[in-house]
T-cell receptor, first 111, second 111 residues
Framework: KAGVTQTPRYLIKTRGQQVTLSCSPISGHRSVSWYQQTPGQGLQFLFEYFSETQRNKGNFPGRFSGRQFSNSRSEMNVSTLELGDSALYLC??????????FGPGTRLTVT | QKEVEQDPGPLSVPEGAIVSLNCTYSNSAFQYFMWYRQYSRKGPELLMYTYSSGNKEDGRFTAQVDKSSKYISLFIRDSQPSDSATYLCAIASGGSYIPTFGRGTSLIVHP
């Protein structure tokens, strides 16, 4: 099976802009989770979607949002970018929810 | 107290050594235990997944769970320079679909 894919792999944005990241899960996986990883905070959970519905949500501001499509593909959006949003954004898919299979990540740099 | 504690290291060992990586957790409801390996600038890769106390072996890797002490370990036998990476533990309860991740331990295996 093909693994989790994420696009784009690298992104440079300016403070105040918005960005959309995309994730395609492993075929047959209906759960997609998003994480932010920084050296200072480690891996932080953003939200999880299951069958197009947000099932779990982490402690991030409303500038961070996401959605899932009927084919389980997911997107996350960050509006009004801040310097502190620079991070590796990871998408993970799962069939059960507990075992998470990660994609390669999108490295976002905000200048 | 954080739900999952993991020493960030770095842990530096010579090639061929037996490596022991550990996590402690506070929530006795946790039932599912995972170890991930993350190379620099890559997404985490699932190494081991277990849901019971005791040992689970896969090649050079052994995962050990002690629920009474709320302590999990990952042992790497005959460590290789290619094992140099950050190792993250992740723990989940049956009711919550999202695992809680440790901060990761950086492992360096030098030739």
């Amino acid at each position: 099976k093909a693994g989790v894919t994420q696009t784009p792999r690298y992104l440079i944005k300016t403070r105040g802009q918005q960005v959309t990241l995309s994730c395609s899960p492993i075929s047959g996986h209906r759960s997609v989770s998003w994480y932010q990883q920084t050296p200072g905070q480690g891996l932080q959970f953003l939200f999880e979607y299951f069958s197009e519905t947000q099932r779990n949500k982490g402690n991030f501001p409303g500038r961070f949002s996401g959605r899932q499509f009927s084919n389980s593909r997911s997107e996350m959006n960050v509006s009004t970018l801040e310097l502190g949003d620079s991070a590796l954004y990871l998408c993970a898919s799962s069939s059960s929810g507990n075992e998470q299979y990660f994609g390669p990540g999108t490295r976002l740099t905000v200048t | 107290q954080k739900e999952v504690e993991q020493d960030p290291g770095p842990l530096s060992v010579p090639e061929g050594a037996i490596v022991s990586l550990n996590c402690t957790y506070s929530n006795s409801a946790f039932q599912y235990f995972m170890w991930y390996r993350q190379y620099s600038r890559k997404g985490p890769e699932l190494l081991m997944y277990t849901y019971s106390s005791g040992n689970k072996e896969d090649g050079r890797f052994t995962a050990q769970v002690d629920k009474s002490s709320k302590y999990i370990s990952l042992f790497i036998r005959d460590s290789q320079p290619s094992d140099s990476a950050t190792y993250l533990c992740a723990i989940a309860s049956g009711g919550s679909y999202i695992p809680t991740f440790g901060r990761g331990t950086s492992l360096i295996v030098h030739p």
